[in-house]
């Protein structure tokens, strides 16, 4: 009598057969676009981190760039001011061999106040002291002709002096055209990001990533053209004249000599750098009595009025137009026969400028000319080989502006997706997109693949002396104490930079103070 019941319920069961099919294939379709998704996901975020990786890179190797050039530039600035060092030198040794001949010239001229002393006493009592009188005039010639033979051996180094001045000026010009090359170069180098090397970095590191935004770039070179006084930059302070630069170097190239050249003196002894063949001269020539030297001075300096040779360094008003040096003092003699002691002054100078240069004294030591340029004697971008010039640091008082110290940009863009089902299927096609039809609610689209991808880097080129103190320290172009490291953007600047790059859509996000 159940039967009928029992046939229905059996009925019912057999018409919902199949409903789990339908949701198990939706919940298929579900997981199948998360695990793509999940793919697609993975890979562009590998993507990313790959070229955030790759703009951080460049950002620090075009910053090491350009530490090295400023290294560089220090070291041959040395080299630079070691040049005018030995300018100073050599003419303190000019000075010196010519001031040989000018002691036995006032040799001669104690003894011809002698002679003439005695003369005068020979016309009052005609007695030995005419004898005397000849005899002094006698060694008055004696000293003159030893002079001349002094004044000889010192004009026969003329030549060789000449020489080295000029060779001196040349390895300066040629180290500043190697500074210009190397400024050339790097300031290329961080406005392309493929040259002196960096092309093999994005090869290695993201080879599908786009090049070095032109623009970020050329924020770049003005960055690196701002940390070199002279150089055509915007956005920072102006650049110093070329008599301000002039004197710099002429300062510092003047506290880099030797004692020797600096400071030449002496008192009631023979100067210790004047051979003791040629003082036994002093002593031999009379035949008897004795010399002493009252006073002896000498120096060699890098100036501009040759009256400030003995002067003290100063901040202004020494523009190194000249190199100078001289050697001065006086003797005495006495104790010879009866007469009464006789003293005399001596001096010797020789200088070099662009006029051919100059000699004091009376003897013949020096003949022709020596010239020399003058330090930074021309604008720095018009030091072609010629000019004497060097790269001094541009210093900035403005801390948001690192205080010059030059700051290095990276932008790069990369498609995310590889675009090539056969390479990625993951991506599913081409288009990285599934669409699906809804009926008369219309067509909807899944696009499955990120797109683009931006990367913003940032380095800063600094100045550390390490050591107690380093920090203290001001950035200069005369230690080779330049270092570069990743740096953190400060506010406002990231969406600077994205302006100029023409990613405006990414401005209001760099605006937000979420670090970068």
């Known amino acids: 009598m159940h039967l009928p019941v029992r046939l229905l319920s059996r009925m019912r069961r057999r018409t919902q057969r199949g409903q789990a099919i339908v949701l198990g294939s939706l919940s298929f379709l579900v997981l199948a676009l998360m695990v793509t998704l999940s793919f697609n996901l993975s890979h562009a975020l590998r993507q990313k981190m790959s070229l955030q ?3 951080d890179a460049m950002a620090y190797s075009m910053a090491v760039l350009e530490a090295r050039a400023l290294n560089y530039y220090a070291v041959s600035n040395r080299a630079i001011a070691g040049s005018y060092v030995a300018m100073n030198s050599l003419h303190a040794y000019m000075a010196a061999a010519s001031v040989t001949g ?3 010239r006032a040799g001669e001229d104690n003894f011809k106040k002698i002679a003439i002393a005695e003369g005068i006493k020979c016309a ?3 007695c030995k002291c ?12 004696k000293f003159g002709k030893k002079a001349r033979e002094y004044d000889r051996d010192a004009r026969a180094l003329e030549a060789d002096f000449r020489t080295a001045m000029e060779g001196l000026d040349l390895m300066v010009d040629n180290l500043h055209k190697s500074q210009a090359e190397v400024h050339a170069k790097t300031a290329q180098a961080v406005k392309d990001g493929s040259s002196h090397g960096l092309a093999q970095l994005k090869d290695d590191t993201a080879p599908r990533s786009s090049e070095l935004n032109s623009a970020v770039g050329g924020l770049n070179r003005n960055e690196f053209n701002c940390a070199v006084d002279g150089m055509e930059c915007t956005g920072s302070v ?7 630069r002039a004197r710099v ?3 510092i190239g003047n506290a880099s000599r030797s004692a020797w050249p600096a400071n030449r003196k002496g008192s009631g002894l023979p100067p210790e750098h004047l051979h003791p063949d040629f003082l036994k001269e002093l002593e031999k020539i009379p035949g008897e009595g004795q010399y002493q030297i009252l006073t002896h001075k000498g120096s060699a300096k890098t100036v501009t009025d040759e009256d400030d040779i003995y002067s003290a360094g100063k901040s202004g008003g020494n523009e190194g137009t000249t190199v100078a040096a001289s050697e001065e003092g006086s003797v005495m003699h006495s104790l010879w026969k009866d007469a009464l002691p006789a003293t005399s002054d001596y001096e010797s100078a ?9 000699h004091d004294g009376d003897g013949d030591q020096h003949r022709g000319s020596h010239s020399f340029e003058g330090i930074n004697a021309r604008a720095l971008t018009a030091c072609a080989g010629e000019g004497n010039c060097f790269m001094k640091y541009r210093a900035n008082p403005d801390p948001e502006r690192d205080w010059g110290q030059p700051r290095v940009y990276s932008y790069y863009t990369m498609q995310l997706s590889v675009g090539n089902a056969q390479q990625a299927p993951w991506e599913l096609n081409n288009s990285r997109s599934v669409e699906f039809q809804q009926g008369a609610q219309g067509t909807g689209k899944l696009t499955v693949a990120a797109g683009e991808g931006m990367s913003l880097s940032k380095a800063l080129v600094y100045y550390h002396r390490f050591g107690a103190g380093g920090w203290k320290e001001p950035p200069n172009l005369f230690a080779p104490f330049w270092r570069a490291k990743l740096h953190p953007f400060k506010p406002g600047e990231a969406a600077r930079v994205l302006q100029e790059a023409g990613s405006s859509d990414a401005v209001p996000i760099a605006e937000t103070e979420v670090p970068l």
Not at 130 to 141: G, Q, T
């Open 53 to 55: 990786q790759h703009s």
């Open 102 to 104: 000018e002691m036995l």
């Open 124 to 126: 009052a009592c005609r």
């Open 130 to 141: 005419c004898k005397h009188a000849i005899d002094a005039k006698k060694v008055a010639n």
């Open 238 to 244: 102006e650049s110093g004249s070329e008599e301000a």
């Open 249 to 251: 170097m002429t300062e």
């Open 350 to 358: 020789i200088s070099s400028d662009s006029g051919g240069g100059d």
